[in-house]
């Protein structure tokens, strides 16, 4: 086993020519070898992680808690979808033996690592914006969280009630997305902020990718948060549009998988509200162990660019993604109301300090480039679940991994 993954590492390297370091830069920049721009969800989840990880530790960056990957081509030949690998969990009580098996934690490969985040081209940000129907302004930022999410789900079940009238996964719309129809305050796992209208109507007004934040429920299973914090959980059963909207990327009304309403005008829906205490998530899931988890997470920005690209090209991709880089670690520390913090392992000098307030370093310039899509990857002795969002529906597919 060794030797054939020093022989695979060598390999790769071989093919992987790691762009000079320029001063001032949030990210290390590679080469791709085929890897992402390929079919990368035919392949095997231990040999995507492996040619990741081979990469990125030939920039001689320290390995961080989260690699966050964004290339200047069209990633898996489309620029819709994106992905997240997990390659290690730790923390049981929070749902994740829904999809991984047994008590839901299985051993990072390379530790500290624990996931692997593939955001695809962000020099095609605008239109990904665009496919979900959704504005320009911090959209990449929210991606970033979404995807940054999938470390912790969400997958928390809720009691089935009597008769099982009430499904376990009804807050889950589809795999680590919160449903559509669940009042979730705008977190960038799903769902939406509902106001009850009192008449068995419900309303959205619609949010803002830029103003996206964490929830209380969010927070707990991140270990961020005490029980005692986490307010009351809705969502609408049997919930239903009351008007003329279609979800883009189905192209069918409105359901528990569609991604959160961006629109410009309020969405209404009908259905019965059903409510749930931190109690009762505690009750399906068992208590979160361990109760916290550190409040500092290690990150890794890697800015992917084509085999062919030229010193030029590269440094013209580089200065505009800086900018952007640059932002990551502050969204994080708002978007978890100060309560997490990244600290950006691949930063140089002068570029965003990811120190405890989150904030900015010296040359930092926000600008706010999209994403969009969702696709997931994932487990131990579980399974290996993608669920791609492409322009012509909901895509789902799930195989059985082991990691050596």
């Known amino acids: ?42 392949m095997s989840p231990d040999t995507l992680t492996k040619k990741i990880v081979a990469a990125y530790n030939a920039t001689g960056a320290p390995i961080p808690d989260v690699i966050s990957i964004w290339t200047t081509f069209p990633m898996d030949k ?68 979404l995807e940054l999410s999938h470390v912790w789900g969400p997958a928390a079940a809720v009691p089935t009630g009597d008769a099982g009238t009430v499904a376990a ?30 008449d068995g109507t419900f309303t959205t007004s619609g949010g803002l990718p830029s103003t996206v934040k964490y929830s209380m429920l969010d927070l707990y299973l991140m270990g961020l948060a005490s029980p005692n914090e986490v307010t009351p959980v809705h969502y609408i059963a049997g919930g239903q549009s009351l008007g003329t909207e279609i979800d883009p990327f189905t192209h069918k009304a409105y ?8 629109g410009s005008a309020p969405f209404v829906a009908k259905g019965t ?14 208590p979160r162990v361990p109760a916290t988890e550190p409040s500092t997470l290690k990150l890794g920005i890697v800015l992917d660019v084509g085999a062919t690209a030229t010193d030029d090209e590269v440094a013209g991709f580089e200065a505009q993604f800086e900018p952007f880089a640059a932002t990551l670690a502050p969204a994080y520390h708002t978007a978890t109301s100060s309560r997490g913090t990244l600290e950006v392992v691949t930063s140089t000098p002068d570029t965003v300090d990811g120190g405890a307030d ?8 926000p600008t706010t480039p999209p994403s969009g899509g969702c696709s997931m990857a994932g487990g131990n002795d579980g399974a290996f679940a993608w669920l791609g969002l492409g322009v012509l529906g909901l895509v789902a597919a799930r195989l059985r991994r082991r990691r050596s």
């Open 358 to 365: 989150g904030g900015p370093g010296d040359n930092e310039e």
């Open 78 to 145: 489309n620029q819709i979808e994106t992905l997240c690998d997990p390659v290690g969990q730790d923390a049981q009580g929070i749902g994740m033996n829904t999809v991984y098996g047994g008590n839901g934690t299985f051993k990072s490969t390379n530790p500290p690592l624990r996931a692997i985040l593939m955001h695809n081209n962000f020099t095609a940000l605008a239109s990904r914006a665009s496919a979900q129907n959704a504005p320009l302004e911090g959209f990449g930022q929210y991606l970033f969280l």
């Open 255 to 262: 359901s528990q998988t569609s991604f959160p309403w961006f």
């Open 169 to 198: 996964d009804a807050l889950i719309g589809f795999t680590y997305h919160w449903s559509f129809w669940m009042d979730n305050g705008g977190s960038p796992a799903g769902g939406n902020a509902w106001v009850d209208n009192g």
């Open 1 to 42: 086993m060794t030797k054939h993954w020093k022989l695979a590492c060598s390999s790769l390297l071989a093919a992987l020519a790691v762009a000079p370091r320029a001063e001032a830069k949030s990210f290390v920049t590679i080469h791709d070898d085929g890897t992402l721009s390929g079919s990368v969800t035919s």
């Open 273 to 286: 509200k059903v409510t749930f205490t931190v109690d009762d998530i505690i009750a399906a899931n068992g």
